[in-house]
DNA sequence: TTCCTCGGAGAACGACTGTTTACTGGATGA
DNA sequence: TCATCCAGTAAACAGTCGTTCTCCGAGGAA
C-alpha cells in the first residue's frame, strides 16, 4: 500500500517530470500575471494577454486556470499565504516590553516585504477592494485569519493581556489595516520617500500603542 | 461689460438649452459609469459599454471625455469635492470636550454617507489603489487635501491643541484612512452588519482617541 | 515495447473594442 | 432671418477578446 504514496499526485516534493513541468508552466502564468497587473486591475486582465506574455498558448492556459479570476485567487494564496508564520516569528524577536523596538522592527519588516516582492505587495493592495469578486473574498479572509493571529500574539503581550478576545481583534483590525496601508504607501513613495514613509507608520503605531496601554485605565 | 457674463459659459447657473443638455449627457455618462463600475474595475471600462449604458451613440463620448480615464477624474471630483465642508460642518456640531460623541457622530456620519451613495463610496475605495494612474492621483490629492482639513480641526480641539503641525497630519491620516475603510467595511456588511460594523468603528477611534490624550505625556 | 494520459498548439468562431471620418439638425448670435 | 456652431449620429476600420474543437507528442504505467 505504502508504495503508492510514492508515485501518487499531490505529495510534496518528488513529481514526475510531468507535473513538474506543469508547475512551472502554472508558475509562469502567475508570474506573467503579476507583471502586468503593476499598471492595470485584475478584472482587465485578459486570458491571451497573460498567456502571450507567460509564452504559452491561449488555450493552453484552461489546463490550468478556468478564469483569470481563478488565477487572481492562486496568486492571493501566493501573496499572503506565506506571511503568516514569517511576520509572527520576526516579531518574537524583541523583548516584549519594548515596544519601540518591535515598532521599528514591524515597520522595517514591512519595508522588506514591499521591497523584496513589490508585485504582489501591489497585487494584494489593489485587489482588496477590487472588482474581482472570489479575489476581494479570498483576500478578505486572508487578513481575517492573519488578524486573528495577530490578536494570538497581542494576547500574550504585557500592554494587552487579559484583553476580551472582541478588543484584542479589534486592535488587531486596526493594525493589519494599517499594515497593508503602509506597504502601499512604500510602493507609491517610492526609494526617495522610504525613510519619510516609515517615520510616519512608526510614529503612528507609537500612537496606537499609546491608546492600547491606556485602554483599560477608566 | 457686465452683460457678456450673462452669456459667458461655465459662468454658474443661467445657462443656455445648448450647455444645459450637454451638462446633463455629461451626468448620464458619469452615472452609467457609476452603475457600472459596482462589478468592475475602471480599468476595465469600456467607452463603449458607457455609451451604450447611458443610451448615446459611442462616438458622442469624446465631446466630453478623451478617456474613461478622464472621466474617472470627473467621478473623483464628483465623489470627494462636497465632501471637504460637509463632515466638518457635521463634526462642529458636539461641544469640543466630548469625544464620545464626537465619535458616535463620525460613524454616522460615515454610515449615512455611504447608506445615500454607496456607488461613490465604492468607486473612491476601489479606485484609491485601482489601476489607473491620473485617477489614484486625484483621490490621492483629495484625500491628503482633507486630510490637511481635519489638522487643522484637530488643532482646535483641546486633545490635541499646541502639537506640531507634523503630529496633526499623522493622526489625520489615521482618521482619513479609517474613514475610508469603515466606509467600505459598511459597503462590504451590508444593512444587516451596518450595526456591528459601527461598533466596531467607534472602538477603534475610541483607542485612537486614548492615544491622542496621551501623546504628549512621556 | 505498447497503450494510455494529458499538457500544449493551431485554427476558426462570433462578439466586442477604441478611433476616424463624414454628416445631420437644432440651438446660437448677429 | 440667416449663417455659424457643435452635440450627437452612422458607418466602417483593424484589432483583440474568450471559447470550442481537433490534433500532436512526450511522459507514465503495464
Redesign the interface.
Known amino acids: 500500500m505504502s508504495h503508492i504514496a510514492e508515485t501518487a499526485p499531490g505529495a510534496t516534493g518528488a513529481v514526475g517530470v510531468r507535473q513538474a513541468q506543469k508547475l512551472r508552466t502554472r508558475q509562469a502564468l502567475m508570474d506573467a500575471a503579476l507583471r502586468l ?1 503593476e ?6 486582465l485578459g486570458l491571451r494577454e497573460v498567456t502571450r506574455a507567460a509564452g504559452i498558448a491561449p488555450t493552453a492556459f484552461y489546463r490550468h486556470f478556468k478564469d483569470t479570476a481563478e488565477l487572481g485567487v492562486a496568486l492571493v494564496e501566493e501573496s499572503l499565504g506565506g506571511l503568516h508564520g514569517a511576520l509572527r516569528t520576526g516579531l518574537s524577536a524583541p523583548d516584549p516590553g519594548d515596544s519601540e523596538a518591535r515598532i521599528a522592527l514591524t515597520v522595517g519588516l514591512i519595508a522588506d516585504l514591499t521591497r523584496s516582492a513589490p508585485a504582489h505587495v ?1 497585487f494584494v ?2 485587489e ?4 474581482v ?1 472570489p479575489v476581494r473574498r479570498a483576500i ?1 479572509d486572508q487578513l481575517r485569519l492573519f488578524a486573528e493571529e495577530v490578536a494570538d500574539a497581542l494576547g500574550a503581550l504585557p500592554d494587552s493581556a487579559g484583553w476580551p478576545r472582541e ?1 484584542l481583534l ?2 488587531a ?2 493594525y493589519v ?2 499594515m497593508v ?1 503602509t506597504a ?1 504607501a512604500f510602493l ?1 513613495a517610492g526609494p526617495d520617500g522610504e525613510q519619510s514613509t516609515a517615520e ?1 507608520a512608526r ?2 503605531l507609537r ?9 483599560l ?1 477608566g
Chains 1, 2 share one sequence.
Open positions: 497587473l499598471h492595470q486591475s485584475l478584472s482587465s501591489r493592495a489593489r482588496r477592494h477590487g472588482g469578486q478578505g478588543d479589534m486592535l483590525g486596526i489595516d494599517h496601508m502601499s507609491a510616519l510614529r503612528q500612537l496606537v500603542g499609546l491608546g492600547r496601554r491606556h485602554w485605565d
